[in-house]
């Protein structure tokens, strides 16, 4: 109960927390972008409600679905 209290007073500070990632998405993909790359995915990612990680796998998928998969 009180971590709960912790957590909702650091949201409301603007605090970050610490992010809980599933255990079976372990792997990661490191890419390079420039700077403003970097601030048009991060900005992108917010638009759609999502964290860049979750962004950038579901605009992959999605393309890869809608390209290689339909089309089939």
Do not use: C, H, P
Request: net charge positive.
């Amino acid at each position: 109960m009180f971590e709960d209290i912790k957590e909702i007073i650091r949201k409301f500070l603007g605090q970050k927390t610490d992010k809980q990632y599933d255990s079976y998405r372990s792997k990661t993909i490191q890419i390079r972008v420039t700077e403003d790359e970097k601030y048009m995915i991060e900005q992108l990612a917010k638009t759609q409600g999502r964290d860049t990680s979750n962004f950038i796998r579901w605009l992959a998928l999605n393309k890869y679905l809608n390209d290689f998969i339909k089309e089939s």
